[in-house]
């Protein structure tokens, strides 16, 4: 074995952590290894999934045995597994699935109800999740939505987000002069538009509904990286 | 003879419907065209004392769908004008006495007779508006600059264009110089909240009330800047649908306009 090759190494996988040992070191340089990353874990290793990969097509159970015991008993994790059968995917089927993947947005439904057009007055749009509106919310004309409510255009109805009960979610619209605004059950009227032609945002802040600059304060920042809605 | 049936609407009460109806109704049949104006408010007819018809009713819209008479006996003839009719509704039924399918079946035979039916429509968004939608071909909203009215005609313009009639705006009761203090929401205002094409401005007139008493057609009176608004409207409609807009604001006047030009290019 080369010196540039760890004995162990460690990465976290979904709900759990994935440590790949090399077979072919000795039981306790493997043990060794092991003990340095796990203790560094310190309480992270208590209770979480382990599963032991030994990188190669052999069974190496007698070996996956001892060290799943040693773990259990030194660190207390939950439980300790070989990795799931996947080496075993033939060449076209692995050409199959990397296809599907690759098309899966295609296939994805979106939580997000987006609407082009104006919403007029007397009329109400309803979306499960979150709502955006790529056009103008004319007064008297009301939307309700279970997440956040965009609106690309002048919001100057009613809108309320995060219905019922959910008061992390946003209202934002390029220009901003709601007759109403609800987040989560908070009920606010008369919000007057401070800066015109501005986008701004309302949401919850010490349980009131503040509006603000949206280029200012980035609601969004909130998320670490680009989800799927 | 294929006749097109354009039903004038508001949604709220009072902001100039059957003012609007026989206004335009005159001025087309004073272009040529065979016109009936219909009253669609049965239970508060209007239009009759307006066109100032109402003692030559023998005979009303009701009793056409009932079959009580022919449309040619109901159909009063303004003396004034060649070529226009008035259909009135009746004072004593109400509502619910005609049904949209009535309606359809009577603009069968009307659209074999004449080139334009008006269909003055109730306010309200219910049975009568039903009625009077039934059958049009086109639909006129008429919006006085105030935001009540604006909130009506939107609701009504979502429940044509839900019917699959694409509307057209009159805006009515101007008053240029209000709009010019910032008093008075200004017509792009209207159309920017509505944002359906614009047909007509209509200018805020005293000679609309007297008209309206007396029963003398405005668009008669050569001198009413309505009556001339309400003119232009049915040329619009009558084949000349790029008959530019008059731009009713406050710049009266040659050395007005040009000075605004050129402060504009600086």
Redesign the interface.
Known sequence: MNEHRQAVRLKGVGDGLWVTIDPSQSVDLLKRDLTAIFKRLNEMAVNSKVTLDTETNESHTNLLDELGLFLKDRFRVATVSAPPNRRSRSREEERIRKRDVDRSWQHHRSHVLMLAG?V????KVTARKHLTIMG?V???AEIVAGGDILVMGSL?GKAAAGYPDDEEKIILALDFQPEQLQIGGHVVTGIPSFKEGRAQFAHIVNNTILVDDYLKNNPFGRLPWPEVL | MEGKIIVVTSGKGGVGKTTATACIGAAMAMQGKQVVVIDMDIGLRNLDVVMGLENRIVFNIVDVVKGRCKIKQAAIKDRRIDNLFLIPASQSDNKDSLTPEDIIRLSKSLRGRFDYIFMDCPAGIERGFENAVAAADEALVVCTPEVSSIRDADRIIGLLYAKSITPKLIVNRIVPEMVARGDMLSHEDVVEVLSIDLIGLVKMDDKVVVATNTGLPLVLQKDSEAGNAFHRIAQRLNGQPNLPIENSDNGKGFWRSLGRKLRRRN
Do not use: I, V, W
Not at chain 1, 120 to 123: C, I, M, V
């Open positions: 104006r007029r007055s007397g009329q103008d004319n007064p008297g100057k």
